[in-house]
């Protein structure tokens, strides 16, 4: 069973709404709960980081929460833009070093 | 700052060959981890080096090996090639382990 699930696998949305991707994790403590944007053919790029105590994060029109009774978290975007399109990957670091787990991903398309 | 540099981009090898790909961190970085992406199984973690140590290992085969210089630039190998290896190569530097990793553009490898 994966430990780090995403949904939706995909999402459409139109140009200036927002949306709401969703990240649920077994690891549980974890070290920390990133969240990353890939555009096509291109690396990762990181967009929040939250340690197991943290519930929110925000970075411009991104936000995440987290919410760890349930194991549970999301990134909002607001006011979505065609840039937004990419694929939103959920990784969670457990601890004590031990090697990270990603989520498969949401492929998100804004479109006009 | 240059950010993760990769080379060479692009690769085209034939099954039983071997390869080795380059990856030099952000200035400053002594973390460097690897990953492979391909489309069915989406990001998944090769190596981790740290000081010239390889800290952790993903569940690839031992035709996949790496390793890290003193100036914490990181190469990765594989051996006889399989047509399996085809996928996009990541490399990710961060400052120390489990901080905000930095991703290259990536290598991606084609083998025929």
């Known amino acids: 069973k994966n430990q780090v699930e995403q949904s939706p696998q995909s999402l459409i949305i139109l140009e200036g709404k927002n949306c709401t991707l969703q990240c649920n994790y077994t690891v549980s403590p974890f070290s920390n709960l990133r969240w990353y944007k890939q555009d096509t053919g291109r690396g990762p790029v990181s967009l929040t980081i939250m340690t197991f105590s943290e519930n929110t994060k925000s970075n411009g029109r991104y936000t995440a929460t987290l919410d760890a009774d349930t194991k549970q978290s999301s990134l909002h975007i607001t006011a979505s833009q065609l840039s937004d399109s990419a694929s939103y990957i959920c990784v969670v670091s457990p601890p004590n070093y031990d090697k990270v787990i990603f989520g498969p991903g949401t492929s998100l398309s804004v479109i006009p | 700052k240059a950010g993760v540099t990769q080379t060479p981009r692009y690769l085209i090898k034939t099954r039983g060959q071997q390869v080795t790909l380059s990856c030099s961190p952000i200035?400053?970085?002594?973390?460097v981890s690897w990953y492979q992406q391909t489309p069915g199984q989406g990001l998944q973690f090769l190596f981790e080096?740290?000081?010239?140590?390889?800290?952790n290992k993903g569940n690839f085969p031992g035709r996949f090996s790496g390793r890290q210089f003193s100036n914490s630039r990181s190469e990765m190998n594989v051996s006889t090639l399989e047509l399996g290896d085809s996928a996009l190569y990541l490399c990710?530097?961060?400052?120390?382990?489990?901080?905000?990793?930095?991703f290259g553009p990536g290598t991606r490898l084609l083998v025929l």
């Open positions: 990710a530097s961060s400052l120390h382990r489990q901080e905000t990793q930095y």
């Open positions: 080096y740290f000081s010239e140590t390889q800290r």
């Open positions: 200035s400053g970085h002594r973390s």
